[in-house]
């Protein structure tokens, strides 16, 4: 089960990154686009508009998708913001009560935003929603990535949760004192 677990939050962050790389691509494709334009028209003529349609709307699409699906990559990996300060200065029992307040407020807030996400998503599709750019995107699909995303942070909150239950301590907690301990 481990080992599955692992590879879904490894994945999760592989495609948000894939999606950075798609933004990246596109942003640079209308630079290139702009770049023709100028030089035709520095050489005289009249520029021919290229552009690449709902280019932004795309690149907005692909940064949510992003974002929310490294959320559970970077919570196993330790780089979330935290508040260490306080908690480095806790007593050893009142520091694990508040680890665990803080897994499970985070699991609860995740759970009722993924469940929130998912019927986003199922209402969108039923009403066939679809985006107001140039290149019409049926809204299910962006908002899917997203409530994907929320889906795999609740199940590796769930996941914390449950080590810390078991005694043990956090992913997160392991990877940044692997890292050096540096927490925001």
Known sequence: MRTALDRLYAASGALGAAFIVAICLIVL???GCNAID?????FGGEAIGLVIPSYAEFAGFFLAAASFLALAYTLRAGAHIRVLLVLQRLPAGVQRAAELW???AALSVSAYFTWYAWKLVAESFAYNDMSPGIVPVALWIPQ???ALGLSVL???LLDELLSLLRGRPARYAQSEAASGGHGE
Request: include cysteine.
């Open 29 to 31: 494709a209308q630079v």
């Open 102 to 104: 803080c897994v499970s």
């Open 144 to 146: 899917a990535a997203m």
């Open 154 to 156: 609740a199940i590796a």
């Open 38 to 42: 100028a030089v035709i028209q520095l």
